[in-house]
């Protein structure tokens, strides 16, 4: 791994970003990983961007934001924000997973602003870096049972690109600590499946 | 994890968990606070183990009160806590420059959490400058395990001087996470009690005054002087670096983390060093003496203000025969900027360019293709109310009734999520925006002014939680000066922005504890206000009563608009209506309106179909308030009422 490995989870407020960004980080510090994770969530339920930085390293705490053009990874719940953060803190060797499934700003909305098509984004962030995966996130999550788990199959799908000392039963154990017995299967199954769709992602 | 007695298991805590761990680990009884962000969080945490832990905990009702609601604790002999977003100090203010005169008994920490860059402010105030003006010990938590342990030394230093301590974090300590390992924790019940018979001049058994000031004021700078050869040994206080740096950093807080970063990132640790300093005031006079003695070129990396950069440089020329000719660098040379947060990138730059060290962050080519990718690609997201927020359904009544009245009436603002009727999001409502309570104030300025010929409808509005944190005392001025103005009270039954703490108005606590509630509309009778009542989701009703309101009364009135927030736990999720548009009737583009509902009203539920023009309603957004459908002039939006 490199060191320190460097993640954005990047999103719209609602969707669960600083939940996910923590499910992480805990994966991670239960590893014995030093793991410092900042978060911008102001304007988390009012229609912002919201955005953590998730730093990893053997040696030692981190600062809470990643210095310009060093992501190692990013993770968008949302589709466009991985081209909004691509643009701050991009390189062409970073990795990046994404949903597909867009949230319109209010601008888009109200007919104001013009959203990409899926496929016109794709190139757009094709022209920034050498390896973006979308994968349906959203869509597998409301076929499991909750949209919600659409944040469960993000990281699993982070966690199945192989750049991260991520085991699966310390996942596991984080999932437990976070949620009712009942829902802990249905958690690690949507981790699993985010596992496999990222070496299958979607073809444009 | 708050309760675990589990020493020295390791845990992710964000930055506000470990500064609450680390006030139970001291031993705190008594916490108050008024809700701010980054700040919160503290205050929430204890207020969740409040019964199990011993503690009493509260939402004041403002920052002021708040401290003296802690002092009482301290006074009595327990260990209090009082926490607070940064502006809270300066309503603080006048308490803290009384309390620090007197000194406090049992341990008392006063927590302001700053934000640099005002990622959640409407200003990047500092709290330091007030450590320095009351003369009191400030710390700065350089990461996050030290957010819990200088939380627990502060109480004890509080003891052993005899005054308040102030520990200030900021929004990338206070809202981000680290590593940190648990203490120990031994809580037992303090029993509490005030002791007033003593000497007039005994400080441990006498009344608790300021009095005799010159008297009393001489013990609080030797306490300082105390506080400052304490400072002297402190493990908060370090070096990293070679003996003799070309470069020596001096710095706190998150800038630490940052700083360190920026050498690691310039492979630059053998040539320059990091003095990080715990306790910033009083500043402790030998550590410094010994590395700027040692030093010719020294860099002040801190946010947002040139405080350690000012208080360094005054140690230095006092000292200028054992330390020598120093070259500072920092904000007042331009180095580093003196507004918003500080970054990894801004300390790397700073670095490499006294250094001269080649540094790129980022290609310049990368840079403008990601820039006009992201410009053209990404469509802005800007803040909005959320669906079903009253506050949309306020300020649309609101800004017709002044457009219906035409003599250019406006809306002084105040602080809370309806803030952001600045934008287009409450239609660029309001007008003057400021602090706490402001907007009526000012209101009631504006209101006095008939004699210089301004007829302008004056307005303000005034969330509920702020309508009692500094509402009031502008509503009273109103009245009592009789000045001609309208207080719309945006009642959403919480203190919505910051997680919907409790006010005076709610019968609960911050623990969830029953408690009396105040009634707004009956203080606001009683001070002498004529005071009216409306439901904003009842659009037509309240379009016309504000219009009345403000035609055809005068002198200080009050409306209250009720309705609550649409994220409380007991409307979140549950629709009251139906919301369909008729696309038979909806004339899109068409419509003489100019497509009022998606262009102006903006709900994120109300959504413009690119490809008819038309509006439809998203069925997963939309929150159900039926508001809309008052809004279109064709009736195109209909609502139906859910069965429960």
């Known amino acids: 791994m490199i060191d320190p490995f460097n993640i954005i989870i990047t999103g719209v407020g609602g969707q669960g970003n600083v939940l996910a960004a923590r499910m992480l980080g805990n994966t991670l510090a239960k590893a014995g990983y030093y793991v410092t994770i900042g978060e911008t969530f102001g304007a988390s339920q009012r229609g912002g961007s919201v955005m953590s930085h998730l730093r990893i390293s053997k040696e030692s705490a981190w600062s809470p934001q990643i210095p310009k053009g060093k992501a190692h990874l990013i993770i968008a719940l949302e589709p466009v924000e991985s081209l909004r953060v691509l643009a701050a803190y991009g390189n062409r060797d970073v990795k990046i997973v994404s949903n597909t499934r867009p949230i319109y700003p209010v601008g888009v909305i109200c007919g104001d602003l013009a959203y990409p098509s899926l496929p016109d984004l794709n190139s757009a962030v094709a022209q920034l870096c050498d390896d973006a995966r979308f994968i349906n996130a959203t869509e597998e999550a409301v076929a499991l049972g909750h949209p919600i788990l659409s944040n469960v199959i993000m990281v699993g799908a982070a966690a199945g690109l192989g750049l991260l000392p991520i085991d699966d039963e310390a996942f596991k154990s984080v999932i437990s600590e976070n949620v009712p017995e009942s829902k802990i299967e249905i958690n690690m199954k949507a981790y699993r499946k985010g596992k496999e769709m990222v070496g299958d992602p979607v073809k444009f | ?644």
């Open chain 2, 1 to 644: 994890m708050l309760l675990s007695k589990s020493e020295g298991k390791e845990f992710l805590l964000m930055g506000n968990q470990a500064i609450a761990r680390g006030a139970l680990e001291a031993g705190v009884s008594v916490a108050a606070g008024y809700p701010g962000t980054p700040s919160s969080e503290i205050i929430e945490n204890l207020a969740s183990v409040a019964p199990e832990a011993d503690l009493y905990v509260e939402w004041s009702v403002n920052e002021k009160v708040s401290l003296e609601v802690a002092a009482a604790g301290s006074f009595a002999g327990l260990r209090s806590l009082c926490v607070m977003k940064q502006n809270g100090v300066n309503v603080a203010s006048d308490f803290l420059l009384h309390l620090v005169l007197s000194g406090t008994r049992g341990g008392m920490v006063l927590i302001p959490c700053d934000d640099p860059g005002a990622i959640s402010s409407v200003n990047e105030g500092e709290s330091r400058y007030f450590a320095r003006l009351m003369e009191i010990p400030l710390l700065e938590p350089g990461d996050f395990q030290e957010a819990k342990d200088m939380t627990k030394w502060a109480f004890s230093l509080s003891e052993e001087l005899g005054n308040v301590v102030m520990l200030r974090s900021v929004t990338r300590l206070s809202h981000a996470s680290g590593n940190v390992k648990l203490g120990a924790l031994n809580r037992t019940k303090p029993a509490a009690k005030f002791n007033f018979s003593g000497n007039l001049l005994d400080a441990k058994t006498g009344p608790v005054i300021t009095a005799p000031v010159p008297f009393r004021h001489t013990q609080q700078q030797g306490k300082l002087k105390k506080a400052a050869a304490l400072f002297e040994t402190s493990p908060f206080n370090r070096y990293e670096g070679p003996e003799n740096p070309e470069l020596l950093i001096i710095t706190s807080s998150a800038c630490y983390l940052y700083s360190r970063e920026a050498l690691r990132v310039l492979d630059t640790e053998k040539r320059a060093g990091i003095l990080k300093l715990g306790t910033t005031w009083p500043l402790p006079p030998e550590l410094l003496k010994k590395h700027l003695a040692a030093a010719e070129k020294v860099l002040i990396v801190e946010e947002v203000l040139p405080f350690l950069e000012e208080n360094i440089k005054i140690l230095a020329m006092e000292n200028i025969d054992s330390i020598g000719k120093i070259k500072f660098f920092g904000k007042n040379d331009g180095t580093l900027p003196s507004v918003n947060e500080m970054n990894p990138d801004y300390v790397i730059k700073a670095i490499s360019s006294i250094l001269n060290i080649p540094y790129t962050g980022m290609p310049e080519e990368y840079e403008k293709s990601g820039q006009i990718l992201s410009f053209t690609k990404s469509p802005n997201r800007e803040l909005t109310f959320c669906p079903g927020c009253p506050h949309r359904a306020s300020y649309w009544s609101i800004n017709r009734a002044l457009t219906l009245n035409g003599e250019n009436g406006f809306v002084c603002g105040d602080i809370g999520c309806y803030t952001m009727a600045i934008l287009p999001a409450g239609f660029g409502t309001i007008k003057t925006a400021h602090s706490m309570g402001s907007g009526t104030g000012v209101a009631s300025g504006f209101g006095k002014l008939k004699s210089f010929g301004m007829n302008q409808p004056v307005v303000s509005v005034c969330g509920d939680s702020t309508f009692f944190h500094a509402g009031m005392p502008a509503l009273v001025n109103a009245v009592h000066n009789n000045s001609d103005m309208l207080l719309v009270i945006l009642d959403n039954s919480g203190t919505a922005m910051t997680g919907f703490q409790p006010h005076p108005g709610i019968p609960s606590g911050a623990a969830g504890n029953e408690l009396p509630s105040v009634d707004i509309e009956g203080i606001c009778r009683s001070i002498g206000a004529k005071t009216f009542t409306a439901d904003p989701f009842n659009v037509a009703e309240t379009e016309k009563k504000v219009l009345e309101i403000i035609e055809n009364e005068r002198g200080p009135r009050v409306l209250i608009m009720r309705q609550g927030c649409a994220l409380s736990p007991e409307k979140k999720g549950k629709k009251k209506y139906n919301v369909s548009v008729d696309s038979n009737i909806c004339k899109g583009s068409d419509c003489g309106c100019n497509r009022l509902c998606t262009r102006v009203f903006r709900c994120p539920g109300l959504v413009c179909d690119s490809a008819t023009g038309k509006a439809m309603i998203d069925e997963i957004i939309c929150a159900g308030c039926g508001v809309c459908a008052d809004i279109c002039p064709s009736g195109a939006i209909k609502r139906s009422e859910v069965a429960l």
